[in-house]
């Protein structure tokens, strides 16, 4: 079955950086869009950025933008996120999801999500 | 950025009863090339990812409930649940995926009455 299995988050000072990954498996993960999105503690859920299949195509919100970078290794069946300049705002959840069908849409599997804490 | 609007913020339903969440986006989510609203729904429970329930509007995810149902098309979407069960009691989140970013509701929260 699907697992996606988030890791990397933690504490981090402002100004950090911290590289997430989330390991794929049950599913052939070089065809799937994947995604980060997250949650800050008690707020809703804010969509940070996507990857193709391949790569080759990349998205990001604003709030991140200029500061994270998605990548993925698709013989590692892994999904990275890279965040910079770290405020008390990236405080959040961070999952990964996978859209239902290859290609983008809906978030049909997720993971349990991987807490990054920014504080001094 | 398409803004989704859903309301009311908060929801106290009795159990057995209807609970009706409204969604609203900024600019249609129709695409008329395939007649489809790419609007999703989901459901999040304390600790937990959120659940898909429904996308395309209404095509409901396999093993949820059919007390369950989503409609609406272009900028007006609903999601209702026709007779309450204790194990509703979440966060629901609509969200557009026409157009990047694919940004979420603000979130309803479901509770008992």
């Known amino acids: 079955q699907v697992q996606l299995v988030e890791s990397g988050g933690g504490l981090v000072k402002p100004g950090g950086s911290l590289r997430l990954s989330c390991a794929a498996s049950?599913?052939?993960?070089?065809?799937?869009?994947m995604s980060w999105i997250r949650q800050a503690p008690g707020k809703g859920l804010e969509w940070l950025s996507y990857?193709?299949?391949?790569?080759?195509?990349?998205y990001y919100g604003d709030s991140v933008k200029g500061r994270c970078a998605i990548s993925r290794d698709n013989a590692e069946k892994s999904l990275y996120l890279q965040l910079n300049s770290l405020t008390a705002e990236d405080t959040a959840v961070y999952y990964c999801a996978r859209a239902a069908v290859p290609g983008v849409g809906a978030s049909l599997y997720w993971g349990q999500g991987a807490l990054v804490t920014v504080s001094s | 950025d398409i803004v989704m609007t859903q309301s009311p913020d908060s929801l106290a339903v009795s159990l057995g009863e209807r609970a009706t969440i409204n969604c609203k986006s900024s600019q249609s989510v129709f695409y008329t090339s395939n007649n489809k609203s790419y609007l999703a729904w989901y459901q999040q429970k304390p600790g937990q990812p959120p659940k898909l329930l429904f996308y395309w509007a209404s095509t409901r995810e396999s093993g949820v409930p059919d007390r369950f149902s989503g409609s609406g098309s272009g900028t007006d979407f609903t999601l209702t649940i026709s007779s309450l069960q204790a194990e509703d009691v979440a966060v629901y989140y609509c969200q557009q995926y026409f157009r990047t970013p694919y940004t979420f509701g603000q979130g309803t929260n479901l509770e008992i009455k």
């Open positions: 990857i193709s299949g391949s790569g080759d195509v990349v």
């Open positions: 049950g599913f052939t993960f070089s065809d799937y869009y």
